[in-house]
């Protein structure tokens, strides 16, 4: 790190200046302090990859090398065989004073590179500027001829020829959505319930496969009948399933057998040396048995979510953290004492900071959404047990502690809120959010259980054990509950829904006729035919969307396939089906919506403007937008000021936004994923709205093409919002967040020196408490200061460590782009 | 032409040339007239290896041609790589700033952010 | 429209759009074509009033409701 803390800087005084990562280096043990210092950021900065991080091409080419040997397996299988030489022959590592090990790739600064994922992103890593191992022009050669080997042959290409073509090109023309529609780049659901409720280790789930084996042998071997023809298929992905599981416990014991050499062979320090045969000890035990300590639960879980995106990238982290580790904690911390707090405090410190080392490579439009990170690892915390309970525990708090400590930007938490939480717990939550993490996000518990069994049917039981799957959406854990995957590629850009209800479908940027011919809007002549036009719009988009990630979900276990996922999945483990089949997945669909205020603030422009007041025609608002408002600088001064902005308890808007809001409920109930179920909206950002930015038109909420777009699902405008903190809960609260759509982001920016002391964490507090009477299901706060964020803009070095929350997930400030910078900034701070 | 195969025609134009194998030396090869260079090339972003549309010509133009087909009207652009040699096309325009880097965000008029690109401007 | 740095004269639209400074008001950031600097620019006057460097916000604070919280005051 270049800058240093002036040594004897008083804590007190670093809290003032509100440095609280100089705070948190002089707190965290030495252990924690250097595996935090040791990681290698792979988040991208704005869309770039940090000097040094390098594409790893070691696994792609152990695992073509197979995949073309095993050429006559079917998908399964060729996969599992695939990867189990990848785990077999992939060189390992362990840092120095680490507790926990598995990385997914072959050393700690490289990216995991998804060969058979898209050809596209194949193609866009060759072209990737800095990224190439030493020397480039091997590494050149190499990746050229991977991608000639996967030409056409990788997931996206297999369903791009399968799909209508016109929804094939409006899809990757990237202007209505993003994600890819392959599980292959998907987010993974965990089934914990299976794994660490009922307490399988692999050697279990083996013995379970073989019992269903035997089974379907008796059919196989029996009397002849149609009936028994599937079962041969199942057979196949048994053993696919057997051969993943097999593989990895070996490469678990790779890392025993390391950790033992190096215990043995090359350690001095005596400590350290324990350590390391306790690593070998652990190594040894999990994933082979269920954990029976607290090292080997965390150790476990690892391990999972390394195979995991060893075989997929995966683009979330589904997890509950002080949910499903508390029994081995309590054992190990409370009971039995075998380990002190504190010691508890490095290993989940450590925990962490092992997500955070996770990187894959990820196309631009992924790095560009999610700057500063490689994916959304947000994990839950709080909450209640099935019974109703609180489930906070003192593993929740050990959780909210360590991350003050270690200050990652990636996993961040999202606490689920609930009337019974008690006081010393919501300290803790606050103590994260005063020091500026941005995390944990507040959900609001109850009602997101309401909502999950109002849009999916999940029953009350199942509904209770959610967690994250992404940045926002709740999703149970359980046998039928689990979503396995879950596709980005249902993200809709929804800014272009009012843009093409104003351009007759056509879009100007990517100069494509894309939505359907709605009539020339100067014809217009009342708000009902606008509105019509955009209800048309909006269906039409949301279609194209789902249509391409059904077909994408039906048709991924021919396409690419998870037999690891498989084999820790229950329901695969019973059925002998790939589990990213929708068979048994209860469905668990939503679709984002990035930019989606802007939609309601446009439309009450046009209300107000146009066909109530007759201040401007239609004419002269097309005109307007079809030359990015240049010249018509105090007409789109009025669309931004005399025009009523959502966020201000203003009835006019707030009912445009809830009309919209309601015509995609109903839509979402007409539309169905591959199970049947429904697909309702979930408005939120990443850095989404930045991304799009020179991709959507200009607006008649008076934003130009360039400008970013609002951040948050339901966030104002920034700077919009001028009535006030209790004006924003208003209008949020004028939704209804159970029926209306599946989650709503609130991104809401706060005073740190208002905020400080008991008197801060009073006012903030209350403040939660109208949230919730309210109804809203989901708030995040910002809680740095303009002053802190413009001197980190100049002087980054010194700064490197401020994190801010973006939107759904938190980033170091100077990782993500001016334009980013700058637009968290523009959000109005509030005073509570 | 139905719906189907118009649209597949477009789709092909789109997908199929990174399918080609290509040797690392075309790969590296940005000509000094190319659509990457030129002021109508409107770069795709969802996928930036280097692929986009052309805002003036049309589906069904070719460029490489001889002689060249331009296609002037129609509701989808030419589908151009960074590297398509555009010394024929009457209608290249050069670009007086181009920005390649890559810590912002997309932008189709502006960006080109390939190394190719970035080492033609070092 | 004049950059400030390079003298470069032409249309406010021949300077590269960047993106607003905050959506009520009329200041933007463009970029100057010739020496790719990137000004500040008035909208309704089509003038660039200074060049904006990293952490440099001549417009003041951003946006919001200021006055109203301690941070958004100064
Ligand atoms: S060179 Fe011709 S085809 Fe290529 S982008 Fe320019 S005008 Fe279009
Ligand atoms: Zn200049």
């Known amino acids: ?330 054992k190990d911390v409370i009971k039995e004492k075998n380990i002190t707090r504190e010691e508890a405090l490095d290993l989940v410190g450590e925990f962490m900071i092992r997500a955070y080392e996770v990187g894959g490579f990820g196309p631009r439009w992924a790095r560009e959404g999610l700057q500063g990170i490689t994916g959304t690892w947000v994990w839950t915390l709080g909450g209640v047990n099935k019974d109703g309970s609180d489930a906070c525990n003192d593993l929740t708090l050990a959780f909210l502690q360590a991350a003050r400590l270690v200050r990652v930007a990636n996993p961040t938490f999202g606490f689920r809120w609930h009337p019974k939480v008690r006081d010393e717990v919501m300290r803790e939550v606050f103590e994260c959010i005063r020091h500026g993490l941005g995390y944990p996000s507040i959900r609001n518990d109850p009602l997101l259980i309401q909502n999950a069994m109002h849009w999916h049917g999940h029953p009350l039981e199942e509904a209770r054990t959610w967690v994250h799957q992404a940045c926002m959406s709740p999703c149970p854990t359980t046998k039928h509950g689990v979503q396995p995957m879950r596709m980005a590629s249902a993200t809709a850009n929804c800014a272009k829904m009012v843009e093409y209800a104003l351009h007759n479908g056509y879009d100007h940027v990517v100069q494509m006729q894309m939505g359907p011919k709605t009539g020339d809007a100067r014809k217009f002549k009342t708000f009902d035919e606008l509105f019509a036009a955009w209800t048309t719009q909006m269906k039409w988009l949301i279609n194209t969307l789902v249509r391409t990630v059904n077909l994408g979900r039906y048709k991924d276990p021919e396409f690419y396939g998870r037999p690891f996922l498989s084999a820790i999945s229950e329901r695969a483990v019973e059925s002998g089906l790939d589990v990213v089949s929708p068979v048994g997945d209860r469905g668990n669909c939503w679709v984002t919506g990035f930019t989606w205020v802007e939609n309601a603030d446009s439309l009450a422009a046009v209300k107000k403007l146009v066909f109530d007041e007759k ?158 009477d309210l109804g809203l299901d989901h708030v995040q706060f910002n809680m740095v200061s303009d002053e802190t964020l413009r001197a980190a803009q100049k002087d980054p070095e010194k700064y490197q460590e401020v994190i801010v929350r973006v939107a759904g997930y938190s980033a170091h400030f100077v990782d993500i782009s001016r334009k980013t910078q700058d637009n968290i900034i523009q959000r109005t701070v509030q005073g509570i | 032409m139905g719906r189907r195969d118009q649209w597949k025609q477009v789709q092909s134009g789109i997908y199929d040339p990174s399918l080609k194998a290509r040797t690392v030396e075309e790969r590296e090869t940005v000509p000094d007239i190319a659509c990457g260079l030129c002021k109508n090339f409107a770069e795709n972003a969802y996928a930036s290896d280097g692929r986009g549309l ?39 325009e050069r670009m007086d700033f181009i920005d390649t880097d890559g810590s912002e965000v997309a932008d189709p008029n502006y960006r080109r952010v390939q190394r190719q690109m970035e080492n033609k401007f070092k | 429209m004049k950059c400030t740095e390079c003298s470069f004269e032409a249309p406010v639209e021949k300077f590269r759009y960047l993106y607003n400074a905050r959506i009520d008001a009329s200041i933007s950031l463009r970029q100057c074509p010739q020496c790719q600097a990137w000004l500040a620019t008035d909208e309704l006057a089509g003038e660039a009033t200074q060049k904006v460097g990293p952490g440099e916000a001549p417009w003041g604070k951003s946006a919001g409701i200021e006055g109203l919280a301690e941070d958004a005051a100064s």
């Not at chain 1, 240049?630 to 931004?640: I, L, P, S, T």
């Not at chain 1, 697909?679 to 400008?707: F, K, M, T």
Request: a negative charge.
């Open chain 1, 1 to 330: 790190m270049a800058a240093q803390p002036a040594k004897d800087t008083s804590t007190q005084e670093l809290e003032q200046k509100q440095e609280w990562w100089w705070i948190a280096e002089k707190k965290r043990s030495k252990r924690l302090d250097y595996l935090r210092k040791a990681v290698w950021k792979k988040g991208a900065l704005g869309g770039n990859y940090a000097p040094g991080i390098k594409v790893d091409l070691e696994i792609p080419q152990l695992f073509t090398n197979m995949w073309n040997f095993w050429r006559y397996d079917p998908p399964m299988l060729r996969r599992a065989k695939s990867m189990a030489h990848v785990l077999e022959n992939m060189p390992i590592f362990i840092t120095d004073h680490a507790q926990l090990v598995g990385y997914m790739g072959t050393l700690p600064h490289t990216l995991a590179w998804r060969v058979d994922g898209a050809t596209m992103v194949n193609e866009e890593l060759y072209n990737e500027p800095g990224v190439m191992p030493e020397p480039e022009q091997a590494s050149l050669k190499r990746v050229a001829d991977l991608n000639a080997y996967w030409a056409g042959n990788t997931a996206v290409d297999k369903l791009a020829r399968v799909l209508d073509p016109e929804d094939a090109v409006k899809f990757l023309s990237g202007a209505i959505g993003w994600g890819a529609p392959t599980s292959a780049y998907g987010y993974s659901g965990k089934d914990y319930e299976f794994m660490f409720a009922q307490r399988h280790g692999f050697e279990d789930i083996l013995d379970l496969i073989d019992q269903s084996i035997e089974k379907a042998e008796d059919l196989t071997m029996g009397n002849p009948g149609p009936e028994i023809l599937p079962v041969y298929d199942r057979i196949q992905n048994w053993d696919a399933m057997k051969i993943m599981l097999n593989a990895a416990i070996a490469y678990a014991r790779r890392y025993a057998r390391l950790a033992r050499i190096l215990a043995e062979h090359y350690e001095t320090d005596p400590k350290r040396k324990e350590e390391l045969l306790r690593l070998a000890q652990t190594c040894e035990n999990v994933p082979a048995k269920a954990p029976s300590t607290f090292q080997e639960s965390l150790q476990y879980d690892h391990f999972v979510q390394i195979l995991a995106r060893l075989e997929a990238h995966e683009g979330a982290w589904p997890a509950r953290p002080d949910y499903y580790h508390w029994p081995m904690y309590e």
């Open chain 1, 615 to 772: 201040r401007y025609t239609m004419d002269d608002l097309l005109n307007a937008l079809e030359n990015n408002w240049n010249g018509y600088e105090q007409m789109r001064r009025d669309f931004v000021n005399d025009a009523p902005k959502w966020g201000n308890d203003d009835d006019f808007v707030d009912g445009i936004m809830v009309r919209c809001l309601q015509e995609v409920a109903k839509h979402s109930r007409e539309i169905k994923c591959p199970s049947g179920n429904s697909w309702p909206l979930l408005p939120e950002n990443v850095s989404g709205n930045i991304h799009y930015s020179s991709i959507v038109g200009a607006l008649p909420n008076g934003r130009r093409l360039g400008d970013a777009l609002y951040d948050g699902g339901i966030s104002p405008g920034p700077g919009l919002d001028k009535k006030g903190p209790s004006a924003v809960l208003k209008s949020c609260g004028k939704i209804d967040h159970v029926g209306d759509g599946r989650a709503f982001l609130l991104n809401q920016r706060l005073s740190p020196s208002q905020l400080a002391g008991e008197k801060g964490y009073q006012l903030w507090k209350a403040y939660i408490r109208t949230w919730a």
């Open chain 2, 54 to 92: 052309c805002r003036v010509l049309k589906i069904g133009s070719d460029i490489s041609a001889s002689p060249v087909v331009y296609v002037l009207e129609g509701e989808v652009g030419y589908p151009a790589y960074f590297t398509t040699n555009a010394a024929s096309c009457t209608h290249f």
